[in-house]
């Protein structure tokens, strides 16, 4: 019989146990643990845990990006654990396009007749149940967690990454500023900034149609609140047809994509006060902190990602900046706070002296490593893994 909604919500904030773990957090740990030798799929293939992947961000599967041994086929996708299989169906995964790349399913009790969990795209989800945790003190630890032991310069390399991660962000913009002048490429560049990964498909239609010498004429002659408020109704019109509508009620007002639009009408405001030109802004002339991109709707760690994905990687593309302004702006950075998929490499890389990624330009170094090692089961070959 199924849990249900109610009870599976209950499950997920950990009011029921299931066979061997008290809650479901006690079971993404022992996941997290990366299970050792084969395992068994509920249909009775062979399985073995290459990374167990990183922890998500609480907007979709559990963990990203996990390498998976299926009897010799090695499969690499988001892993989703319940402590219950109703579980999938209580929080409607089954029909959540979020999900349809899941490569397991994590349960410690499989309390329906099911060997394989289903998605609406057809697809046959492989179902693992997992047994209790391992005893304290077991549990995956990498290479790289031994890195300072063995002297390798942890910051430096990560700084290295951070900086190869800044080009990599500027040669975007220069294909982006292929034809079009450099305030249209900031704001563009600003607008996915602010809109963030889960509005990509809105931020790229957006982008598209973004002029800013038109969104400049369209509030021409308005000043203060009348001003914002025209500058906002322009960009909103970029949105493709029903985006904000969809977006209704999957999340919280202020992560809305017209209320994001709202954060960068305050942004144009600043930059291109009235009867500015519709180049590069003076505010944001070189030396600029990431308190030039902070306002009304737009914190401190908002403001950095904006200075981080939009600002100087437009600056370096357009020449707004010089390389050397860039590299001085991007180490100046401060970190805008770890992001999940980051917790286990801050855990396991991290010294007692210091936080580890203290700068957003050591941040970024850690996502890349992330990004180009970690999430390709290339465990101990990346720059911080200690020789031999």
Same mark, same amino acid.
């Given at each position: ?203 790229? =239609?957006? =982008? ?101 994905? =939009? ?14 302004? =860039? ?62």
């Amino acid at each position: 019989m199924s849990d249900g909604p109610a009870a599976g919500a209950r499950a997920r904030r950990g009011g029921r146990a299931a066979p061997g773990f008290a809650d479901e957090a006690a079971l993404a740990t022992a996941w997290a643990a990366a299970p050792t030798g084969t395992l068994r799929l509920a249909d009775g293939r062979a399985l073995r845990v290459v990374f167990p992947g990183m922890p998500g961000d609480g907007t979709g599967p559990d963990f990203r990006d996990a390498m998976l041994d299926l009897e010799g086929d090695l499969v690499r996708g988001d892993v989703e654990v319940h402590l219950r299989h109703s579980g999938w169906f209580a929080h409607g995964h089954d029909r959540d396009p979020a999900y349809a790349g899941v490569a397991l399913h994590v349960v410690a009790a499989n309390d329906l007749p099911l060997a394989a969990t289903p998605h609406a795209s057809g697809r046959r989800v492989p179902l693992l149940v997992l047994g209790p945790p391992p005893e304290p003190g077991a549990g995956f630890v990498p290479p790289c967690a031994f890195a300072r032991a063995a002297g390798v310069d942890v910051a430096g390399r990560l700084r290295a990454m951070g900086q190869r991660r800044l080009r990599m962000k500027a040669n975007r913009a220069a294909l982006l500023a292929a034809g079009r002048a450099p305030g249209d490429v900031l704001l563009a560049l600003a607008a996915a900034a602010l809109l963030g990964p889960a509005h990509r498909a809105a931020a790229d =239609a957006a =982008a598209a149609k973004l002029r800013l010498a038109a969104l400049l004429e369209e509030a021409d002659g308005l000043t203060g609140e009348a001003r914002r408020l025209a500058l906002a109704g322009g960009l909103r019109r970029l949105l493709p047809t029903g985006a904000a509508s969809a977006a209704a009620g999957r999340w919280r007002p202020a992560a809305a994509p017209a209320k994001r639009l709202e954060g960068l009408a305050q942004l144009i405001d600043r930059w291109w006060p009235p009867g500015s030109s519709p180049g590069w802004p003076a505010v944001l002339a070189a030396g600029a902190g990431w308190r030039a991109a902070a306002g009304a709707g737009i914190g401190r760690g908002s403001a950095i990602e904006v200075f981080v994905n =939009a600002v100087i990687p437009a600056a370096l593309a357009t020449g707004a900046w010089s390389e050397a302004e =860039a590299e001085a702006a991007w180490a100046a950075l401060p970190s805008p706070e770890t992001y999940g998929k980051l917790r286990p490499l801050e855990r396991w890389l991290g010294g007692k002296d210091a936080a580890l990624f203290a700068s957003a330009g050591l941040l970024q170094g850690g996502l890349l490593l992330q990004a180009d090692y970690c999430a390709k089961g290339a465990c101990g070959r990346c720059p911080l893994s200690p020789p031999g």
